[in-house]
């Protein structure tokens, strides 16, 4: 069955410190992969996809993430972080023989100190 | 106005009420879907729609009766809830089911 995993449940960093948020799934096939944000009240927002090609893909709000098929691993990635980035991310796999059905992380929320 | 919208964004409700979310969504996306947002879990997909048509119900109660009168317009109909409902509802939309999901902001719903 297919499965996501965001191993940090809560991760702190330093304002202008690097970021690496970890995703790894479970499929059986090339996936489609997702990072999303979410902020207190709101709803997900992407911020970057990955379908085929570049396994580095670029997001917005500065945001990469790099596809690693060994490793079954779509870590999110940004150099430096700042206070607006605190927020909740989630990480989703979905693909063509899943039709209709994404799966999402139980997400890492993220706290950024001054 | 542009992108998914939802309403209402509070609900409070009673086990005995009937009520009512809407999503509407801007995009000229095909598909729509409903998510439930519970605190540290996975987001739960509940129904999806594409083209009006509904093609997945991920075993969702019947007290959750869901309604899509054309691909812009998503309700989701709540009746004799339980506590455990309680949670975010989120709703969004694709174009095509293989293709990246906007949300909307959800409905933060209590039941009580």
């Known amino acids: 069955a297919q499965s996501v995993t965001q191993p940090d449940i809560h991760i702190t960093v330093s304002e202008g410190a690097s970021l690496e948020l970890r995703c790894n799934y479970s499929y059986g096939a090339t996936p489609y992969l997702f990072w999303y944000v979410q902020s207190p009240g709101q709803g997900l927002q992407l911020l970057l996809k990955?379908?085929?090609?570049?396994?580095l893909v670029q997001g917005i709000k500065g945001f990469e993430a790099e596809f690693k098929r060994s490793q079954s691993s779509f870590n999110l990635r940004k150099p430096s972080v700042h206070w607006s980035d605190a927020a909740e991310y989630f990480c989703a796999v979905g693909s063509p023989n899943t039709g209709n059905q994404f799966y999402f992380g139980t997400g890492t929320s993220l706290t950024v100190i001054p | 106005e542009t992108g998914v919208t939802q309403t209402p964004r509070h609900l409070v409700m009673g086990m005995t009420n009937k009520k009512s979310l809407k999503c509407e969504q801007h995009?000229?996306?095909?598909?729509m879907y409903w998510y439930k947002q519970s605190a540290k879990k996975p987001l739960e997909l509940m129904f999806v729609y594409n083209f009006k048509e509904q093609t997945e119900n991920n075993s969702v109660p019947s007290r959750f009766s869901p309604e899509c009168p054309n691909s812009s317009h998503l309700f989701l109909h709540l009746h004799t809830l339980q506590p455990e409902d309680s949670a975010l509802y989120l709703c969004a939309s694709s174009f095509g089911t293989n293709h990246e999901q906007y949300f909307g902001p959800g409905t933060r719903l209590t039941v009580t």
């Open positions: 995009l000229g996306h095909n598909a």
């Open positions: 990955y379908f085929s090609g570049d396994t």
